[in-house]
């Protein structure tokens, strides 16, 4: 978050979209999943502004079009090197069904300094989830928060 920036999460209200975003940020929550479904073009408009407000750059990945040479160039490892506030969201989340991928992703964003990278899984369905999140012998296992989806302001 910009150290210019005289707002804190906690003067935003309650329940708003505002104080959600800002407070992801000072309290270094990284890792999100939300599904297609729930937090739709709208939301995520909303989200991207509030970034925006905040200087943060907003990109989205799709997995699935992640080329063989991935692990050594990839949009997300640009990311990471710039230094750039950046919210990330990953489409095309099926990708991370292949083991390889999603333990080289997670690798990726358990192991670098990440303090400027947030990052939110838009998935397709619970059925998907639970097989990359929930699924003890899946790299990503437990390694993210629901997004919430604040719709006040």
């Given at each position: 978050m910009r150290k210019d920036n005289l707002y804190t999460f906690d003067s935003w209200p309650v329940?708003?979209?505002?104080?959600?975003?800002?407070?992801?940020?000072?309290?270094?929550?990284m890792r999100f999943h939300t599904f297609d479904s729930e937090c739709g073009k709208e939301l995520q408009d909303t989200y991207n502004r509030i970034n925006h407000g905040l200087g943060?750059?907003?990109?989205?990945?799709?997995l699935t079009s992640m080329g063989d040479g991935y692990r050594y160039k990839s949009e997300i490892l640009d990311v990471i090197r710039s230094d750039q506030q950046t919210w990330v969201w990953f489409v095309?989340?099926?990708?991370?069904?292949?083991?390889?991928?999603?333990?080289w992703l997670r690798s990726v964003l358990t192991t670098y300094n990440l303090?400027?990278?947030?990052?939110a899984f838009v998935l397709d369905s619970r059925e998907q989830f639970n097989h990359i999140f929930q699924d003890y012998s899946a790299p990503f296992y437990q390694s993210t928060?629901?997004?919430d989806l604040s719709k006040n302001g």
């Open positions: 329940g708003t979209p505002e104080r959600l975003i800002h407070g992801y940020w000072e309290l270094g929550v943060a750059n907003v990109v989205y990945i799709d095309g989340c099926r990708a991370l069904l292949e083991s390889s991928l999603a333990g303090d400027h990278v947030r990052v928060i629901a997004l």
